[in-house]
C-alpha cells in the first residue's frame, strides 16, 4: 500500500458496530469492566482510547512502524522520549534544533542531569566526535527548523549502530508523506503534528512512531505514567488531517519551489534556506533519502529592521508561530520560534535578525509571489 492510500485506508478505518465511515470520537475517561479487573479492553482514556488508538495505528502504518503514539503536543511527545534515559546519560543533538526543543534539554532536563551537546549533524565527524562514553542516543532534526540543514540518516544509523545508540528523528518540517526515517535506520520518529499533519492551524499535538515492541512498551509506560495524552476530539481532527495529507503536502511543495526560485534570483535577499534549490548544501542528501522537499523556505534580508518592514506590507501570508498550515505562515525566528535561545548562539549558527522564515501554504502560487515581491521594495 502506497504511502497516500495508507492515509486513507491504513490503522483502523470506520465503525464495525455501526458501519460508520470515519471512526467515532469516543468522548469517555472510563470503561465498564466485565468483573475487578477483568476489562473488556480498555479501562481508563489515559492508558487507551479507541479514537486515540485508531490515531496511533495509522501513524504506526504511515511511518513503517512498530506501534504509534499520540500526545498532547510535540513538546510532549519529545520529553517522553528522554524519559527513556537516565541522569548521566548524553544525547548528540543536531545544533540547529526547534527553540522549545532546545529549552527543554537546557531549562528543563538540565536539572535532572541529562547531558547533551549540539553538533552540526549534517557533518558526520562531527557526530563522531561529540560521542562519550555515556552518550546514549543521536537527536536528529531534518530538515532543520530554521535553517534547513539536511543531515544524512543512513550515515546517521551507521554511526548509531556502530556506538550502540538509539536514533531518534524529528520528521516534521518533511512528514511522513516525504520521508520514513525508521526505513533509513532511525529506531524513533516523532512530529509536531500540530503542523502539517493536522494542516489546518487547528490543534495541537504530537505523534511519534517506533521499530521494535521493546520500545513500544517502554514509550506506553511513559505515556500512560507521566500522561500527556491527546484527547479524543484532537485524535478525530488529526485523522481527518491525515486523509488530505498527501494532495496538500504536493500542492504546498509546488508553491514552495516557485517561491525560493523567485527568492533566489531577487536583489534585496542574500541568502535562501530551501533544500529543494540545487543550490543548497543538502540538496544531494535530501533528493536521496526523501521523496520531496517540502514547503519550508528561510531567507535572509541583512537585518532586522529591513524583516520587519517586509513583514508589515504582506497581505496573503499571516505573521504567526508554528508552520504547515493551509495559509502561509510567516515568522522572524530570532523574535519568535527561536528566540529562547541566547543572542549569542543564534549568531553563531546563523539565526540572524534579518532572517525569515515562510511556512508555504496552499494558496495560488503568483499570488504568494505578487505579494512578497511588493513587499520587497
Not at 543521536?138 to 530538515?143: A, S, Y
Not at 484532537?234 to 511543495?253: N, Y
Amino acid at each position: 500500500m502506497r504511502t497516500k492510500t495508507k492515509m486513507i485506508h491504513g490503522g483502523i478505518t470506520g465503525d464495525e458496530q455501526t458501519g460508520a465511515v470515519s471512526v467515532p470520537i469516543y468522548q469517555v475517561s472510563t470503561y465498564e469492566q466485565n468483573s475487578a479487573g477483568n476489562p473488556s479492553g480498555y479501562e481508563y482514556s489515559r492508558t487507551g482510547n479507541p479514537t486515540r488508538h485508531a490515531l496511533e495505528s495509522v501513524v504506526a502504518d504511515l511511518e513503517n512502524g512498530e506501534a504509534g503514539f499520540a500526545f498532547s503536543s510535540g513538546m510532549a511527545a519529545i520529553t517522553s522520549v528522554m524519559m527513556l534515559f537516565e541522569s548521566g546519560d548524553h544525547v548528540v543533538m543536531t545544533d540547529d534544533v526547534y527553540g522549545g526543543t532546545f529549552r527543554l534539554m537546557t531549562k528543563v532536563l538540565n536539572r535532572f542531569h541529562l547531558e547533551h551537546d549540539y553538533v552540526d549533524t549534517s557533518k558526520a565527524e562531527e557526530v563522531e566526535a561529540a560521542i562519550q562514553p555515556d552518550t546514549k542516543a543521536l537527536f536528529i532534526e531534518t530538515p532543520t527548523n530554521p535553517l534547513l540543514k539536511i543531515t544524512d540518516l543512513k550515515k546517521m544509523a551507521e554511526i548509531a549502530k556502530k556506538h550502540d545508540l538509539l536514533l531518534i528523528v524529528d520528521n516534521t518540517f518533511a512528514t511522513p508523506h516525504w520521508q520514513q526515517p525508521l526505513d533509513l535506520g532511525a529506531d524513533i520518529v516523532l512530529h509536531s503534528a500540530s503542523k502539517y499533519i493536522g494542516g489546518h492551524s487547528d490543534l495541537v499535538a504530537g505523534l511519534l512512531a517506533v521499530n521494535s515492541n521493546d520500545l513500544a512498551e517502554k514509550i506506553h509506560f511513559i505515556q500512560n505514567s507521566a500522561g500527556g495524552i491527546l484527547g479524543p476530539h484532537d485524535s478525530w481532527l488529526l485523522m481527518r488531517g491525515i486523509k488530505t495529507l498527501g494532495i496538500r503536502m504536493e500542492a504546498i511543495e509546488r508553491n514552495a519551489l516557485k517561491l525560493a526560485e523567485f527568492l533566489q534570483n531577487h536583489d534585496k535577499v542574500s541568502t535562501v534556506y530551501y533544500p529543494g534549490l540545487t543550490a543548497h548544501e543538502g540538496h544531494e542528501v535530501a533528493k536521496r533519502q526523501a521523496t520531496g522537499f517540502s514547503g519550508m523556505i528561510s531567507f535572509d534580508l541583512g537585518s532586522g529592521e529591513e524583516a520587519e518592514k517586509v513583514l508589515s506590507r504582506l497581505q496573503y501570508y499571516t505573521l504567526a508561530e508554528s508552520l504547515g498550515a493551509v495559509e502561509s505562515l510567516i515568522s522572524i525566528p530570532a523574535k519568535m520560534t527561536h528566540a529562547s535561545i541566547p543572542a549569542d548562539r543564534r549568531e553563531e549558527l546563523g539565526i540572524t535578525d534579518g532572517l525569515i522564515r515562510v511556512s508555504v501554504g496552499i494558496e495560488d502560487a503568483d499570488d504568494l509571489i505578487e505579494d512578497m515581491e511588493q513587499a520587497l521594495i
